[in-house]
């Protein structure tokens, strides 16, 4: 079994998990913050048997994409020492950062 956890944006994420349902995939939407831009995203972390990862990561695919976001002026560019900027920066996030890891035990108690 896998654990794939992937960190989406927000509008893609209700899209993403109903496609999941649809296929029978299980997942659990949990609200986090981006620490490049700090703005909100969603990560989601769905169990499933390995020869479930490539579905998985398809419907993924399918339901994430690539959009441009701007980082609020007066915040630090990279680091908390950088300069700061006055201007909106774009950056280009998405579709998802998706990890897939072992899991050594599953149980519903
Ligand atoms: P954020 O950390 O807010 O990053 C948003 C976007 O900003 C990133 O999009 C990337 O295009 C850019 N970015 C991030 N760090 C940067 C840096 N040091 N310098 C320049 N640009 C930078 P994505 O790569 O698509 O990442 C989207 C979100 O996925 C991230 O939001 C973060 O929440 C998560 N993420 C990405 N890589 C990760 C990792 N290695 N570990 C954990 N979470 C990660």
Request: charged share 20%.
């Amino acid at each position: 079994m896998k654990l794939v956890i992937a960190v989406v944006q927000g509008e893609d994420a209700q899209r993403t998990v109903d496609a999941l349902s649809d296929v029978g995939i299980s997942s659990t939407r949990v609200s986090s913050t981006g620490g490049f831009l700090q703005q909100g995203n969603v990560t989601l972390l769905i169990g499933v048997d390995d020869g479930k990862v490539p579905e998985t990561l398809q419907v993924i695919r399918e339901n994430c994409r690539e959009r441009s976001r701007y980082m609020n002026p007066m915040m630090p560019v990279a680091e908390p020492a950088d300069f700061l900027t006055a201007f909106p920066v774009e950056v280009q996030v998405g579709g998802a950062t998706v990890f897939v890891v072992p899991v050594d035990s599953f149980e519903k108690i």
